[in-house]
T-cell receptor
Framework: DAKTTQPTSMDCAEGRAANLPCNHS???????VYWYRQIHSQGPQYIIH???NNETNEMASLIITEDRKSSTLILPHATLRDTAVYYC?????????????FGEGTQLTVNP | KAGVTQTPRYLIKTRGQQVTLSCSPI?????VSWYQQTPGQGLQFLFE???????NKGNFPGRFSGRQFSNSRSEMNVSTLELGDSALYLC?????????????FGSGTQLSVL
């Protein structure tokens, strides 16, 4: 699976959009970009994933650049409950495994 | 629909003992995977079970083992516990579909080895 690079930490004001970048310059054509987050002392929570096109769901939007070498997770209106570590993961979607390789992630702190 | 359930939530053991952790996946999910999380190493994949068969294994010693039952429930066992085994052990379940797979994690079992 391709390696990802994320900033160690970010701050965001409550109510504003939080934009979390991820670099995955060695991504292959058959690798998906996944985002998970982990609130302190809880298990990681799935947010969103995509292959080529931008994706949106009730939690967030995922913007993937045309060359697929980087992506941005957007939380449109951040709340205090969005404070968490956000992990960007790139992996091949295969039927024979659900192994995820977590990096260190980005600690997002949403401030009142 | 109930989420992934892990028991116990907290556990304290001493060096040399063995421990068994339990995981009940979301109903209908056939894949169960286990992860270890420590402050120093972060989240690391232990193994995955699908239809009672281990189909992926991480880089952990043989003291770490697991199994899956016919109802998809899973257990992991750690024998001869070491201080370094103190960690949050997380279980995740999924439908095991190709083309983009979501993992659903439990809240974990916090194991302390004294």
């Amino acid at each position: 699976d391709a390696k990802t690079t994320q900033p160690t930490s970010m701050d965001c004001a409550e109510g504003r959009a939080a934009n979390l970048p991820c670099n995955h310059s060695t991504i292959s054509g058959n690798e998906y970009v996944y985002w998970y987050r982990q609130i302190h002392s809880q298990g990681p929570q799935y947010i969103i994933h995509g292959l080529k096109n931008n994706e949106t769901n009730e939690m967030a939007s995922l913007i993937i650049t045309e060359d697929r070498k980087s992506s941005t997770l957007i939380l449109p209106h951040a709340t205090l409950r969005d404070t968490a570590v956000y992990y960007c993961i790139v992996r091949v979607a295969v039927a024979s495994g659900s192994r995820l390789t977590f990096g260190e992630g980005t600690q997002l702190t949403v401030n009142p | 629909k109930a989420g992934v359930t892990q028991t116990p939530r907290y556990l304290i053991k001493t060096r040399g003992q063995q421990v068994t952790l339990s995981c009940s996946p979301i109903s209908g999910h056939r894949s169960v995977s286990w992860y270890q999380q420590t402050p120093g190493q972060g989240l690391q994949f232990l193994f995955e079970y699908f239809s009672e068969t281990q189909r992926n294994k991480g880089n952990f010693p043989g003291r770490f083992s697991g199994r899956q039952f016919s109802n998809s429930r899973s257990e992991m066992n750690v024998s001869t516990l070491e201080l370094g085994d103190s960690a949050l052990y997380l279980c995740a379940s999924s439908l095991a579909l190709s083309g983009g797979e979501k993992l659903f994690f439990g809240s974990g079992t916090q194991l302390s080895v004294l």
